[in-house]
């Protein structure tokens, strides 16, 4: 069992940046590939960023070059660095854990509750 909490939400302008984190519980949480996905109203969830136990990252293609997701196993934590936001970058942030190939087809195993990125042009 993995228990996922976001921080770093909030109200920012274009342009700006903004650092998420996600605390992770649980005995297992090495074993998991680490994500982020965000859903604007009125739309799909879609994926973000993941990183594997290795360090290792992929992203979607709306987010390459301007955000970077980590992982600290120390701290059991996960962060997304976002520089460069957008307007439509604005959407609920959630962070999930699971397999890689799951996560990338929008199914995780574990998820948090969610943070609201609101960014004003």
């Known amino acids: 069992q993995v228990q996922l909490v976001e921080s770093g939400g909030g109200l920012v302008q274009a342009g700006d940046s903004l650092r998420l984190s996600c605390a992770a519980s649980?005995?297992?949480?090495?074993?998991?590939?680490m994500a982020w996905f965000r859903q604007a109203p009125g739309k799909e969830r879609e994926f973000v960023a993941a990183?594997?136990?290795?360090?290792?990252?992929y992203y979607g293609d709306s987010v390459k070059g301007r955000y970077t997701i980590s992982r600290d196993n120390a701290k059991n934590t996960v962060s997304l660095q976002m520089n460069s936001l957008k307007p439509e970058d604005t959407a609920v942030y959630f962070c999930?854990?699971?397999?890689?190939?799951?996560?990338?087809?929008?199914?995780?195993?574990?998820w948090g509750q969610g943070t609201q990125v609101t960014v004003s042009s």
């Open positions: 999930a854990a699971g397999n890689i190939v799951r996560l990338r087809a929008g199914t995780g195993d574990y």
């Open positions: 649980g005995r297992t949480y090495m074993t998991y590939t």
């Open positions: 990183v594997l136990w290795s360090g290792s990252t």
